[in-house]
């Protein structure tokens, strides 16, 4: 298939203008991922070639990166959320497992949550990395507000920004605004309290995360009536997206528990 016909078969998958990846004609699972902040869909795609045959990747892209730059990015979780249910809601005739990390976590919930109040089926596992629970308010200092030069600072000592965009101002510049509501809407993120999910959730937390204590991630375990899991993972804030076998292998081990 040529590129051309690629895109086109994404844009005419299951919510495909809010979600892009190599559809599958008839999947027995979709796995939904949704990208950290200022990330795009690109970075996570590769998870597909980790995937086994019937379940089908598919990444949020979201308006302001990419194929979407020129569209304004979202400031509010739950805006965002409530915009990204309907395509959800175009896969739900097959079980639906939900990955975010960082700022991805807290969407994925969110989503969750909305599903939830629309009376959609609940999404069968969501698994969250990088991110402290809801309820738990975050650590440090707030970067979305920062000037150029220190939150490129604060970026280079996270670690997970390629080099050759923290030391070009005039590429940063270009992706800092889609950056900057991606960092304010995890930030200024307020969880309101509300039932435990159904859904099971997996938790990865980071030994050496500085934004992400590991009892902050375990503490995903108040929001779930269902199975819950923690696991750690040995390095800083994007050690999971590092080794993303480890998100596999647990994948696969969960896999029997939705079809």
């Given at each position: ?12 998958a ?92 807290i ?53 997970g ?69 923690f ?8 050690a ?20």
């Open positions: 298939m040529t590129a051309a016909g690629r895109a086109q078969a994404t844009r005419d299951p919510g495909g203008r809010w979600f892009t990846g190599e559809p599958e004609r008839s999947p027995r699972c979709w796995f939904l991922c949704f990208p950290h902040a200022g990330a795009g869909a690109a970075g996570y795609l590769r998870l597909a070639k980790l995937l086994p045959p019937g379940i089908a990747l598919r990444v949020a892209q979201l308006p302001g990166r990419e194929g979407r730059f020129r569209e304004p990015p979202y400031r509010d979780v739950r805006t965002l959320a409530r915009v990204l249910v309907p395509a959800v809601e175009a896969m739900t005739d097959r079980p639906v497992v939900l990955f975010g990390h960082s700022l991805g976590a969407a994925a919930f969110e989503v969750a949550r909305e599903m939830r109040r629309l009376g959609l089926s609940p999404p069968a596992h969501l698994y969250v990395s990088g991110r402290q629970a809801p309820h738990v308010a975050m650590r440090g200092r707030a970067t979305w507000n920062l000037s150029d030069d220190a939150l490129v600072a604060a970026l280079r000592e996270l670690g920004t390629p080099e050759t965009v923290l030391c070009d101002p005039e590429l940063f510049a270009l992706l800092a605004p889609a950056l900057r509501a991606d960092l304010e809407m995890n930030e200024r993120y307020e969880y309101t309290p509300a039932e435990s999910l159904p859904t099971a959730i997996t938790s990865f937390g980071a030994t050496d995360d500085p934004r992400a204590a590991p009892g902050e991630v375990a503490a995903w375990a108040d929001h779930t009536a269902g199975r819950f899991a696991v750690p993972v040995d390095g800083g804030h994007f999971l997206l590092d080794r993303p076998r480890l998100l596999m292998d647990r994948v696969l081990t969960d896999d029997k528990d939705w079809t």
